[in-house]
């Protein structure tokens, strides 16, 4: 059975859908309670759909992009160009995208910023789906929200070994001291297998 990170988690289905999810999954790497939307629809956003504090409490603005395409470097520069336009202060704007990883396009994007900070703007960033994902698995209360479809359940280990490797990833992964697995039936609850317990089943 796969585990989560393994797992391909549906795309949203509309920009709307994306923004919540974005918005939902930075809030709890960044533990920012305040984290919020930009405005409604039809109003002008200045390159900016979400917008409040990151980790250390920077303000950040986050522009939101869902793709089936690449995303690609104009239309990065193009929302830089943009977010100039946001009246408050950021430190640094995210492009968040349903896409693949590109490392041509990071490089450039990298480069681009180090300039831009150099010069005393604003800093830029990518944020993958994997990555948006990876942020939604610290919470697995808001991953229910935003896919309802989709259940944790404990792992089914079979050998000793499986349970040893699972125990390893335990203590290096994202969800400390939990592992979770994903299961696309509509019933069940969420559980969990704590270090303790894990470490009992790999005796």
């Known amino acids: 059975m796969p585990t989560v990170q393994m797992m391909e988690l549906p795309i949203p289905k509309s920009w709307q859908e994306f923004e919540t999810i974005v918005r939902d999954a930075q809030a709890q790497r960044w533990k920012a309670t305040t984290l919020q939307k930009n405005g409604r629809p039809g109003q002008k956003q200045q390159g ?7 980790e250390i409490g920077r303000p950040v603005g ?13 239309t990065v520069t193009h929302e830089i160009t943009n977010a100039e336009n946001f009246k408050q202060r950021l430190s640094a704007l995210f492009i968040a995208t349903t ?12 480069e681009i910023s180090d300039k831009r900070v150099a010069e005393g703007k604003f800093a830029v960033a990518l944020l993958f789906w994997d990555e948006i994902v990876s942020s939604l698995l610290l919470n697995p209360a808001v991953l229910k929200l935003t896919t309802p ?25 994202p969800i400390s001291g939990h592992i979770y697995f994903l299961s696309t039936e509509s019933s069940g609850s969420w559980h969990k297998k704590t270090r303790t317990n894990l470490l009992r089943c790999c005796a």
């Open 62 to 74: 986050i522009q939101c992009k869902r793709y089936k395409a690449a995303l690609t470097l104009k």
């Open 149 to 173: 479809n989709c259940n944790l359940r404990p792992a089914m280990l079979s050998t000793r070994r499986d349970r040893l490797q699972l125990w390893n990833s335990a203590t290096t992964g």
């Open 48 to 54: 900016v759909d979400i917008f409040g504090p990151d």
């Open 99 to 110: 896409t693949d990883h590109d490392a041509k396009l990071q490089e450039q994007v990298r």
